[in-house]
């Protein structure tokens, strides 16, 4: 079992950056991959990135590539998904997920924080 929270989240205009962080106090985290996905209301859950138990592969969707970074300091056990350039299309509940290795789908994570709300203001 695995618990994680999430946190970081909050209000930002446009253009702005948020740094989030998904902790875990079991020292098994450092063993497990982490994804970060997103709800915005009325819309499914999706996959945003998504980073391997060392760190050394990482993984985004189209949409935030070249604009978010996902990290991880397994000394910390925590990820963190560095977001610059926000739209308002960035809007949303943010998830950490982990998974005994890197994930695309949502259905295949078996461990889930309780979400973060990151809203972007035009």
């Known amino acids: 079992q695995v618990q994680l929270v999430e946190s970081g989240g909050g209000l930002v205009q446009a253009g702005g950056s948020l740094r989030l962080s998904c902790a875990a106090s079991e020292r098994t985290f450092s063993s497990y991959a982490v994804g970060w996905f997103r709800q915005a209301p009325g819309k499914e859950r999706e996959f945003v990135a998504a980073?391997?138990?060392?760190?050394?592969?990482?993984y985004y969707a189209d949409y935030v590539k070249g604009r978010f970074t996902i990290s991880r300091e397994n000394a910390k056990n925590t990820v963190y998904l560095q977001m610059n350039s926000l739209t308002p299309e960035d809007t949303g509940v943010y998830y950490c997920?982990?998974?005994?290795?890197?994930?695309?789908?949502?259905?295949?994570?078996?461990?889930w924080g309780q979400g973060t709300q990151v809203t972007v203001s035009s």
């Open positions: 997920a982990a998974e005994a290795g890197v994930r695309w789908s949502r259905n295949e994570y078996s461990f």
């Open positions: 980073i391997s138990w060392y760190g050394g592969n990482t």
